[in-house]
């Protein structure tokens, strides 16, 4: 097995009849050759680790220099890290900005944003452009992969090198020219240049160095978890895709290529690798710790709360919260209940948003766009909070679209039905 082949504690689940090692893919193999589907699945049965790396001292704990302001909010924010069946390194969603029109319509704009899961964040944040922005998730490695981001947009000096240094792929010459590149002719690049191991080890140690400077606390074995990350990502490269270990359907999920490539509802690409005026404000916003990673629950005792108290210290309200479809989950018991009242206590004004996605291949509702595995809603949190607050039964269904507001003029009434209670 080669230096590259599963470094990590990690248990292979073999589809499509194939046995290949996830790093398979040979580093001889020309990148722009035809796109096969990745042949294997990582199912793992512990936090992400990687084999102690010679640039990373094998001690344990292993703390920053110093706890920033920035790493001081960060632990006082968060919570012990939880479980959750995926890895979450890429969004599964491929409407997800299918909202970014009506964010626009209804002056979603300003304020705080929240936010769950991976990089579909930024776009919503670019849109919004909030004063700060926190971006809450039950698994710690989340947290690490956004440190693993900010170390990004702090070292890549355009779009096309953010993608490159991600990937292990050599930044092209002349690289200021690639500042008025299409997203097309950016991913055309990243799909042909060819990646090696000499050129990721050497972005992987460069933003390595950089999360340590922000201050935030991490051990050894946190730092092995973010190689381990950027790991994935140099092996798959743009054909990385969400999976989840408890329910398979691994070839069904998009790409992150098809991701960075999808449009709003008008068919305008409005991703945050759209243009590089967004990437520009978005690396500017990171830099001044603005965008602020926390591990909590959302039905938890602690950080969605702390959050709320947050924002309205600063003088804020909410003005989006992209809950994805957690509440399929917190309605299974009793924590929507939990996480219901803590919303409540949100700062909002009228103008303040929940964003869902919502997956449902045998329950199709009116906000369906065909081609798409995932449906985008909004809902007013002021709607969310009156509703809930009057009780009643309802079903994840009435949840996500009891209020919803149309995202296209031409689309029907939501649907309403009955079910058992949630609260």
Not at 178 to 200: G, K
């Amino acid at each position: 097995m080669n230096r590259r082949s599963v470094p990590w504690r990690l248990a292979l689940v073999t589809i499509l009849g194939a046995s290949a090692a996830v790093c398979g893919r040979g580093r001889e193999r020309p990148d722009n050759a035809p796109t096969r589907e990745p042949r294997t699945v990582i199912i793992r049965s512990e936090p992400l680790r990687r084999r102690p790396d010679p640039s990373i001292p094998n001690e344990e704990p292993r703390r920053s220099p110093a706890t920033s302001d920035f790493g001081r909010l960060i632990d006082r924010l968060s919570e012990p890290g939880g479980y959750f069946p995926s890895d979450n390194l890429v969004s599964n969603e491929t409407s997800y900005l299918h909202v970014l029109g009506a964010l626009d319509d209804t002056d979603v704009r300003g304020g705080a944003y929240l936010g769950v899961g991976p990089d579909q964040n930024f776009s919503y944040i670019a849109s919004i452009r909030p004063a700060i922005a926190f971006i809450i998730d039950i698994r710690r490695d989340n947290l690490l992969h956004q440190l693993l981001f900010k170390a990004l947009f702090e070292n890549a000096r355009n779009r096309v090198e953010f993608l490159c240094l991600m990937l292990g792929k050599p930044v092209p010459e002349k690289l200021t020219a690639w500042d008025h590149a299409s997203l097309d002719e950016i991913i055309i690049y990243v799909d042909t240049a060819m990646a090696s191991p000499e050129v990721f080890d050497a972005a992987s140690n460069r933003l390595l160095a950089t999360v340590q400077r922000f201050g935030v606390s991490l051990s050894a074995s946190d730092m092995g978890t973010i190689r381990g990350i950027h790991t994935i990502f140099f092996d798959y490269g743009l054909d990385i895709r969400y999976s989840n270990r408890a329910r398979g359907g691994y070839g069904r999920f998009p790409t992150w290529r098809r991701l960075l490539l999808e449009t709003d509802l008008a068919g305008n690409r409005r991703g945050y690798l759209a243009d590089e005026k967004t990437f520009r404000w978005l690396k500017n916003f990171e830099h001044e710790n603005h965008i602020v990673p926390v591990v909590g629950d959302l039905a938890g005792p602690h950080a969605l709360d702390a959050i709320g108290r947050e924002v309205r210290n600063r003088g804020l309200a909410v003005s989006a919260f992209y809950v994805s479809n957690v509440e399929q989950y917190l309605t299974q018991g009793p924590e929507f209940g939990r996480f219901a009242r803590t919303v409540a206590t949100l700062p909002y004004d009228s103008n303040s948003v929940i964003i869902r996605s919502y997956f449902a291949r045998r329950t199709p509702i009116p906000q369906r766009v065909p081609g798409h595995i995932s449906t985008q809603l909004l809902e007013h949190l002021s709607s969310f909070v009156d509703t809930w607050s009057h009780g009643g039964d309802f079903t994840y269904l009435d949840v996500v679209t009891r209020n919803a507001i149309p995202l296209m003029p031409e689309e029907s009434a939501t649907v309403t039905t009955g079910g058992p209670g949630i609260r």
